[in-house]
């Protein structure tokens, strides 16, 4: 068996474009997915029935089905609605980035929503006890201590997500965008070479998720010293 990689070293540009394309598609759902995650997060560890309900409702659903359903039903299924071609949202639900970014967002939202009231329902009590004791109203309470600290606390499980995320964003080139498994696509079905197409595209995602697993250590290193024992 003889691999021939010179054509993929010719596609070079073709890759780092897919780089860029997946990059893209990754910081902007979980941009997104993490501003509509806290609300829910917030609501997912109320008391209120009505206010939880809804929230627990909206993370089984998106948790229960697969992305690439979700993402059919963006991309594909809402163009089946005439309402919706002839509504002015139209052109961004024709556009294959929006309607990937959307699909993420929502399914990436979901999951965060749970990481987060998971961390919130672990803050100590002694934490919101000293909060109350100096006066805080419950709106400054979650904005200035209970937030911060769960978002602190979250980061390890958080970092998994993005990294679930970044390997999510493969299924962007099943609606026709060129990201890192675009361009091995492309490279396969012109020159005939999956091995060395895809094996090529792993690498690109071995190589970003050592990345993004060493920004998480950085950043758990420095917000979460607090959290491990104290050496005597």
């Not at 691999?3 to 010719?10: E, L, P, R, Y």
């Not at 060493?214 to 024992?229: G, Q």
Request: aromatic content about 14%; glycine content about 6%; charged content about 10%.
């Amino acid at each position: 068996m003889i691999f021939d990689f010179s054509v993929i070293w010719a596609n070079l540009p073709l890759y780092l474009g897919g780089v860029l394309v997946t990059l893209k598609i990754l910081l902007i759902s979980l941009g997104f997915g993490l501003l509509l995650a806290i609300p829910l997060g917030l609501m997912r560890v109320s008391k209120q029935p009505w206010v939880n309900f809804p929230a627990w409702l909206y993370t089984y659903v998106i948790r229960g089905t697969p992305m690439l359903v979700q993402l059919f039903l963006i991309y594909y299924g809402l163009a089946q609605f005439e309402s919706v071609r002839a509504s002015a949202l139209w052109p961004y639900l024709s556009n294959a980035t929006f309607c990937a970014c959307l699909a993420f967002a929502i399914n990436t939202s979901a999951y965060s929503a749970e990481i987060l009231a998971g961390s919130l329902k672990t803050i100590p009590p002694g934490e919101i006890e000293a909060a109350k004791a100096v006066g805080m109203s419950r709106s400054k309470l979650y904005r200035r201590i209970l937030l911060p600290s769960a978002l602190r606390r979250a980061l390890p499980q958080y970092s998994n997500e993005v990294i679930m995320m970044l390997h999510t964003t493969s299924l962007a080139s099943i609606v026709t965008l060129i990201d890192i498994t675009g361009a091995a696509r492309t490279i396969s079905s012109q020159y005939y070479l999956p091995f060395e197409a895809f094996i090529t595209a792993g690498v690109f995602y071995l190589c970003l998720t050592f990345i993004l697993v060493r920004l998480f250590k950085l950043a758990e290193h420095r917000w979460l010293a607090y959290l491990a024992p104290r050496k005597h």
